[in-house]
């Protein structure tokens, strides 16, 4: 437990960020998911694009490394194809 007011709001505004950051990463598995399983290739080149701008977002908001955000799309490319 926190000892100071202020050790306190840094706990709850590290959980509010934690719990933002879990949300952005969990959307884009999802839609990275529905590209990979995509029954046909015309369903994956649908949901390419957000699955795209899904990772992009996460990678600008330093939640994965650029460069595996760049592996993931290269693998998403080559999954639609």
């Known amino acids: 437990m926190p000892n100071t007011k202020q050790?306190?709001?840094v706990v709850k505004r590290d959980e509010a960020r934690r719990l933002h950051n879990k949300?952005?990463?969990t959307a884009m598995r999802t839609a990275v998911k529905g590209v990979l399983n995509?029954?046909?290739p015309e369903a994956a080149k649908k949901?390419?694009?957000n699955a795209m701008k899904r990772v992009d977002k996460a990678a600008k908001?330093?939640?994965i490394h650029?460069?595996?955000a760049?592996?993931?799309k290269g693998q998403l490319s080559r999954a639609a194809k």
């Open 66 to 68: 650029a460069n595996a």
């Open 38 to 40: 995509a029954e046909s």
């Open 70 to 72: 760049a592996r993931v």
């Open 7 to 9: 050790a306190t709001k």
């Open 23 to 25: 949300a952005i990463t």
């Open 47 to 49: 949901a390419l694009p």
């Open 61 to 63: 908001k330093n939640l």
